[in-house]
DNA sequence: CTTCAAATGTAGCCAGCGCTACACTTGAAG
DNA sequence: CTTCAAGTGTAGCGCTGGCTACATTTGAAG
């Protein structure tokens, strides 16, 4: 991914050039772009293994959104090459959707795991998961990883 | 904040009514409205701490957004009674708008505090809380807070 | 084979949040 | 008082992600 500074905002051109001052920012609306994308193949890879199919009606109402929406994203996940699909048929995941889906299951159990080993009650954990994983670094992933081992032990 | 359903998810009409079957994702979507406005505030806060006062191309060099997109958003706020301005005058939070910093500082040092004592470091954490803090329910909080709290004694 | 409900597709509207380009204000330096 | 750079405002564009309304396709029941 590019890194696009705009006109206003032309990072001090003092010295580095690497790593802009103070823009942490930045890195959340890039992430904020396939927050959307990685919840979908979550759910998708969940319908097909309950349902062994995965029909956009599904998925519309696992999102609480209308059936137009979860269309409109499906279409921006197939240009980008994470799902496959028919008109009026299934949808199935590309190997790249399944590549995301399987990681994105992976930051989820551990994020969920370690929040209820934290004493969160189950449900509340569920619903904090849903949103906090998109924001868990590797690092802090591997240290809840840690955490929860330490505490298995 | 009334509960808008689809058209086309309509929550089984079965019995209950009350807590939809699956929609953890519909409060995420809500949560998303206040996020950018919780960061908003925070930085305002920030900066007339350190500066004194609140300038708009000073918010949008923290965000690394043009100075066009940082006046709309604080539009957005004014329009919604979290900030106060005149035409290029300094930019000053409401009481209400004062209420929210306060609040997301506070969340926003337990989660950092508390991903420190997980062992992630500082710059992680850092970046890391930036994005989580808004995922993070109050029982979660209060379950950081504690496990803070046992690991000081 | 027909019918009909459910699923899917399409057109078009709105708001949020990015941007560039250009116009206007302000305030300090001359 | 003038000048000029920095800050601010405004017009207009693009993409994402919501929606309703309406059209089309599918597949099962008759």
Redesign the interface.
């Given at each position: 991914m590019i890194f696009l500074?705009?006109?206003?905002?032309p990072?001090r051109k003092t010295t580095s050039q690497k790593k802009?001052a103070?823009?942490?920012?930045?890195?959340?609306r890039e992430?904020h772009a396939t927050e959307l994308a990685q919840?979908y193949v979550e759910a998708i890879d969940d319908l097909i293994r309950e349902d062994g199919t995965c029909r956009l009606?599904e998925i519309?109402?696992?999102?609480?959104?209308?059936?137009?929406?979860a269309n409109r994203t499906l279409a921006r996940l197939k240009r980008d090459g994470l799902v496959e699909s028919q008109p009026y048929g299934p949808i199935t995941l590309t190997s790249h959707g399944k590549r995301m889906a399987q990681a994105a299951r992976r930051r989820h159990k551990i994020v969920l795991d370690f929040?209820i080993s934290?004493?969160?009650?189950e449900e509340?954990?569920?619903?904090?998961a849903?949103?906090?994983e998109?924001?868990?670094?590797k690092?802090?992933l591997a240290?809840?990883a840690?955490?929860l081992r330490r505490r298995t032990e």
């Open positions: 500074t705009p006109a206003d905002a990072m802009p103070k823009n942490q920012h930045a890195s959340v992430d919840d009606i519309a109402r696992r999102f609480a959104v209308s059936h137009v929406t929040l934290l004493g969160v009650d509340t954990a569920a619903s904090d849903e949103g906090m998109h924001h868990v670094s690092k802090t240290a809840m840690r955490s």
